[in-house]
């Protein structure tokens, strides 16, 4: 069956290191995107990518980076983590304007 | 994002009915969703509405929509205690293939 997936599902890390979420689909989906979740503020878009090689800013990109080498996967990146960057990260992936499809999160702590 | 509005918290007595409302702004919006996230995963599809239609129903669920007042609901009949969880609405408009979601209400079904 086709899925989307997160890892690692649980991350600590320290203020300044880069940190890497990976996500991957087998849906063979167009569009990917980035979110990340906080109390009060719902979900708010970090990165979104409609195919290889093309990456969009959300609204909260700052401090974050996306790459799209391939359809499965878009791999997001924090530069120099930051506390404020303590959250849980939902990659998402979708076929044009459908639904779309979530994987599990990845719960990122920075201390 | 910050343009799509919800209650933060809603509790009800099981087997009662549940309403769970949202704001929007942009009377462009072509979809309208609600998503489901219980606890420790990621988002679901629940229902979805095409902005010419004012009312769904699907099985237990209602959704509502009043285009003039940019106004989403979704009435979940004879909640149960599996029903607790965080229900986020979303819009998608003409442009582009983001979705835009609101902030989410946490949903508490009381035995």
Same mark, same amino acid.
């Given at each position: 069956?086709?899925?989307?997936?997160?890892?690692?599902?649980?991350?600590?890390?320290?203020?300044? =290191?880069?940190?890497?979420? &990976?996500?991957?689909?087998?849906?063979?989906?167009?569009?990917?995107?980035? %979110?990340?979740?906080?109390?009060g503020?719902?979900? =708010?878009?970090?990165? %979104?990518?409609?195919?290889?090689?093309?990456?969009?800013?959300?609204?909260?990109?700052?401090? %974050?980076?996306?790459?799209?080498?391939?359809?499965?996967?878009?791999?997001?990146?924090?530069?120099?983590a930051a506390?404020?960057?303590?959250?849980? %990260?939902?990659?998402?992936?979708?076929?044009?304007? &459908?639904?779309?499809?979530?994987?599990?999160?990845? =719960?990122?702590?920075?201390? | 994002?910050?343009?799509?509005?919800?209650?933060?918290?809603?509790?009800?007595?099981?087997?009662?009915?549940?309403?769970?409302?949202?704001?929007?702004?942009?009377?462009?919006?072509?979809?309208?969703?609600?998503?489901?996230?219980?606890p420790?995963?990621?988002?679901?599809?629940?229902?979805?509405?095409?902005?010419?239609?004012?009312?769904?129903?699907?099985?237990?669920?209602?959704?509502?929509?009043?285009?003039?007042?940019?106004?989403?609901?979704?009435?979940?009949?004879?909640t149960?205690?599996?029903?607790?969880?965080?229900?986020?609405?979303?819009?998608?408009?003409?442009?582009g293939?983001?979705?835009?979601?609101?902030?989410?209400?946490?949903?508490?079904?009381?035995?």
């Amino acid at each position: 069956d086709a899925e989307i997936t997160q890892s690692p599902r649980h991350k600590i890390t320290e203020t300044g =290191r880069q940190v890497t979420l &990976a996500c991957h689909q087998t849906w063979n989906h167009n569009n990917m995107f980035w %979110y990340r979740q906080d109390l009060g503020h719902g979900l =708010r878009l970090i990165h %979104y990518s409609y195919g290889v090689q093309d990456t969009n800013k959300g609204e909260v990109s700052d401090g %974050y980076s996306v790459s799209r080498s391939n359809t499965e996967d878009l791999p997001l990146t924090l530069e120099s983590a930051a506390s404020s960057q303590t959250s849980v %990260y939902f990659c998402a992936s979708s076929l044009d304007r &459908a639904e779309q499809f979530f994987g599990p999160g990845t =719960r990122l702590t920075v201390l | 994002g910050e343009d799509v509005e919800q209650s933060l918290f809603l509790s009800v007595r099981e087997g009662d009915s549940s309403v769970i409302n949202c704001t929007y702004t942009d009377s462009s919006s072509t979809y309208l969703y609600w998503y489901k996230q219980e606890p420790g995963a990621g988002l679901q599809l629940l229902t979805y509405i095409f902005s010419n239609m004012d009312m769904k129903q699907d099985q237990r669920l209602t959704v509502l929509l009043n285009k003039k007042d940019k106004h989403l609901s979704l009435r979940i009949a004879d909640t149960q205690t599996g029903d607790s969880a965080i229900y986020f609405c979303a819009e998608s408009r003409p442009t582009g293939n983001q979705f835009y979601f609101g902030t989410g209400t946490s949903l508490t079904v009381i035995p």
